[in-house]
């Protein structure tokens, strides 16, 4: 076993979590991976186990690239202002290479997703949050992180009196480069926003890097449609639902 834990106070749960999940019966999301919250230390802990890699992952995360626990975690250090706090990571071996592996944080109490204001056409306050999220976004995008997985389920948002905080999850897949205008207005690409709400949101984010906001929303569309495409053309080939 291999593991990295944020604080000796956790270092138990890290250290055992893999009957901790087995054990635990609160259940926030099943599929390819599975999360979980547990309560330790009387702290509401978030974890992540992710799917047992094929025999060519398993070779690839054993001996040339950190697992996407290892990932999680390291990147989280780096962006601790922009996502829920980060515990630790456990990894699992069997015969020798990487089996089972597990992120957690803290659990963050968030009121909705990104998704719900995309989503719902007469959602409480969607323009300013729609606003809030550009800036939001601009913030990230200084600090030279390119999320590569955007999308609307990542994105939590949590109301306050002051306005909105944000926060992203699913971070094992990120890049940290200073962005060109064009990275940062493709980085909206996932979001499946309709053309009405991307104009909204990239008008206000154009506006922070000073560009023009026509050619910012071309720029952003292009990409948003093409993303679409893509999607689509798979959900096609298998015989899913296509949604514009």
């Given amino acids: 076993m291999k593991y990295q834990v944020s604080s000796n106070r956790y270092t138990g749960l890290v250290q055992e979590i893999r009957s901790y999940f087995l054990e635990a019966t ?19 802990v978030v974890v992540k186990s992710f799917k047992i890699p094929h025999i060519i992952n398993k070779i690839a995360y054993t001996f040339f690239r950190d697992s996407k626990a290892k990932k999680s975690y390291l990147h989280s250090l780096k962006i601790v202002e922009f996502t829920p706090e980060p515990i630790g990571y456990a990894e699992y071996f069997k015969f020798g290479f990487l089996y089972e592996s597990y992120y957690l944080c803290k659990s963050y109490k968030y009121d909705f997703t990104i998704r719900e204001v995309l989503t719902e056409e007469n959602f409480k306050n969607k323009e300013n949050i729609f606003k809030a999220f550009a800036s939001f976004t601009y913030a990230l995008h200084n600090y030279n992180i390119q999320h590569l997985d955007y999308s609307p389920g990542n994105i939590l948002i949590k109301e306050k009196e002051t306005g909105y905080e944000f926060k992203i999850v699913d971070v094992n897949r990120m890049r940290f480069k200073r962005l060109t205008p064009v ?28 560009m023009n906001e026509e050619e910012a929303y071309y720029i952003a569309l292009k990409a948003s449609n093409k993303h679409k495409e893509k999607k689509n053309f798979k959900k096609r080939l298998k015989g899913k639902k296509v949604v514009d």
């Fill in 26 to 44: 609160q259940n926030i999301y099943e599929g390819r991976n599975s999360l979980k919250v547990i309560e330790y230390a009387k702290t509401d």
């Fill in 183 to 210: 990275e940062r207005l493709e980085n909206f690409a996932k979001l499946w926003a309709n053309d009405e709400d991307l104009k909204l949101i990239i008008n206000v984010y154009a506006k922070h890097i000073d």
